[in-house]
């Protein structure tokens, strides 16, 4: 079974570019989260959609940072402008709803901001 | 107090040996409990869930202590391939809401 795909799997671009992250869950899982992880914070949720529908978006940094779920299938997290605090590596993870439901990981983009 | 809470190591062991994992949370109104494996540059990866009467799956048991609001594991005859970072993830409060990892557990075997 194909598990979270996410792309790209780097990115390194220069301050003030736009950046789009993409992910498609799980076929079947209809919670999607969007998670940045550093050194120093660790694993932060950023927002999460259940049925394509954003939930909680408070950890969502700054009005820089915007994500959309358009269908079941895809979702995208973008950057705009980028800043060199923002690099770090950006995990999706899907999951079914429901109690005792563990996530599933993308293989995360490691995104560099220069 | 931090929502989950574990000690971030490292924790330095020989092939071998046993080692436990301590986690603590802060709602008590939590009800699902994961450990997860995370390798350097990787992605976080289910290692087990933690039911209320304890688990176990080969060589690893883990324990839920409703009352104290702790979490274990216990990883026997270590291997190499073990050393890895070790979270404890728990759910925000009852129901369906969003999991919170902790930080994560340093572990190195050594042969």
């Known amino acids: 079974d194909a598990g979270v795909i996410q792309s790209p799997r780097h990115e390194v671009t220069e301050m003030g570019q736009e950046v789009t992250l993409r992910c498609k869950p799980i076929s079947g899982h209809n919670s999607l989260f969007w998670y940045r992880q550093t050194m120093m914070r660790g694993l932060e949720l950023l927002i999460y959609f259940n049925n394509n529908v954003p939930i909680d978006d408070s950890g969502m940094p700054e009005d820089r940072f915007s994500a959309k779920m358009p269908n079941a299938s895809f979702s995208t997290l973008k950057i705009q402008p980028s800043e060199p605090r923002d690099s770090a590596v950006y995990f999706c993870?899907?999951?079914?709803?429901?109690?005792?439901?563990?996530?599933?990981f993308g293989d995360g983009t490691r995104l560099s901001i220069l | 107090r931090k929502e989950v809470e574990q000690d971030p190591g490292p924790f330095n062991v020989p092939e071998g040996a046993t080692v436990a994992f301590n986690c603590t949370y802060s709602n008590s109104a939590s009800q699902s409990f994961f450990w997860y494996r995370q390798d350097c540059r990787k992605e976080p990866k289910l290692l087990m869930s933690?039911?209320?009467s304890g688990n176990e799956d080969g060589r690893f048991t883990a324990q839920l202590n409703r009352a104290s609001q702790y979490i274990s594991l216990l990883i026997r005859d270590s291997k190499l391939s073990d050393s890895a970072t070790y979270l404890c993830?728990?759910?925000?409060?009852?129901?369906?809401?969003?999991?919170?990892f902790g930080k994560g557990t340093r572990l190195s075997v050594i042969a």
């Open positions: 933690v039911y209320s």
């Open positions: 993830v728990v759910n925000r409060g009852s129901g369906n809401t969003p999991l919170v």
């Open positions: 993870a899907s999951t079914r709803t429901g109690l005792n439901q563990p996530q599933h």
